[in-house]
């Protein structure tokens, strides 16, 4: 088990970027995949990228091919990060993290370990 504490996030305009950062206890951090979802008011919760422990990555289909999003991660900080650039309102949502045992899916339900999340509002 793996506890994790999601941060970075806040209230940004349309356009901006920001960096939110997930940070992991355990001493087997590095053995876990770590992936990004977020959920918005009244919809459901959605798959954002995922690393794994050799930080192979993968990223919602959906926003691939904007390339908006980078997920990374620091082994030796026990920390993820999710840059955000070219923030709009439909980004607006609360950011979770979540971990399993090396390989990463994009399913919600096969993570057991998940942060409180941090909320991240795009607004003019």
């Known amino acids: 088990q793996v506890q994790l504490i999601e941060s970075g996030g806040g209230l940004v305009q349309p356009g901006d970027s920001l960096r939110l950062s997930c940070a992991a206890s355990?001493?087997?951090?590095?053995?876990?995949?770590i992936a990004w979802f977020r959920q918005a008011p009244g919809k459901e919760r959605e798959f954002v990228a995922a690393?794994?422990?050799?930080?192979?990555?993968?990223?919602n289909p959906k926003d691939s091919e904007q390339g908006r999003f980078t997920i990374s991660r620091d082994n030796a900080k026990n920390s993820v990060y999710l840059k955000m650039n070219s923030l709009t309102a439909e980004d607006t949502a609360v950011y979770y993290c979540?971990?399993?045992?090396?390989?990463?899916?994009?399913?919600?339900?096969?993570?057991?370990?998940w942060g409180r999340g941090t909320q991240v509002t795009v607004s003019s």
């Open positions: 355990g001493r087997t951090f590095s053995t876990y995949a």
């Open positions: 690393i794994n422990w050799a930080a192979s990555v993968t990223y």
């Open positions: 979540a971990a399993r045992k090396y390989q990463p899916t994009m399913r919600g339900s096969d993570y057991p370990d």
